[in-house]
């Protein structure tokens, strides 16, 4: 019994860190501008990588995404559709854990596909802007999720000791 209690007080709290880390990093990207609208970069995306080293990233990224647009002011649209592509970009970033240096396409993917018709939907322009936002947003993507997030899980396989004291032993087993 108490151990399960002590896995799911180090599940939560992983799960808490994740997300008051992805809310502070959107409100350092806000800071520059670069936490919403068609060019958007957000360092807290490079994150989205996490699930594929515990499951209290899918959690965590979830909550803290929600949290972030609401304190950057975003719409109801993207409060809503922009938590839920962060949810499905942790979830199949999970999904795909084996192959960690492409674990940040869903979140791409996802963001690509979601963000766009939420900037439209929040009065961001018509339906016609859908490709320029699709591509302003997946490229802002990149560089967060692929380039830092990459480096994120480079540095987590050159250090492994690291992975263990921050996910607190809650680490995911690859198979």
């Not at 002590?6 to 959107?26: C, R």
């Not at 958007?40 to 699930?51: D, G, N, Y």
């Not at 993917?109 to 900037?119: E, F, R, S, W, Y």
Request: charge should be positive.
């Amino acid at each position: 019994m108490k151990t399960n209690n002590n896995i799911s007080i180090k599940y939560v709290s992983v799960a808490g860190m994740i997300a008051a880390l992805y809310v502070a990093l959107t409100a350092l990207s806000a800071l520059f501008g670069l936490s919403s609208g068609a060019i958007q970069v957000r360092i807290s995306e490079a994150l989205c990588v996490l699930p594929i080293y515990t499951t209290a990233a899918i959690p965590g990224l979830t909550i803290g995404c929600l949290i972030a647009n609401i304190i950057v002011g975003g719409t109801v649209f993207d409060i809503i559709f922009g938590t839920l592509a962060t949810l499905i970009g942790a979830l199949l970033a999970y999904a795909i854990r084996r192959f960690k240096y492409f674990a940040f396409i869903p979140t791409v993917l996802a963001n690509m596909i979601i963000v766009p018709a939420v900037i439209i939907l929040s009065g961001g322009g018509g339906w016609l802007m859908f490709p320029y936002f699709a591509l302003t947003v997946g490229l802002g993507e990149i560089i967060a999720c692929g380039v830092l997030g990459d480096l994120l899980v480079w540095y987590f396989e050159k250090h492994p000791s690291v992975q263990t004291v921050i996910f607190n032993g809650i680490k995911v087993k690859n198979k």
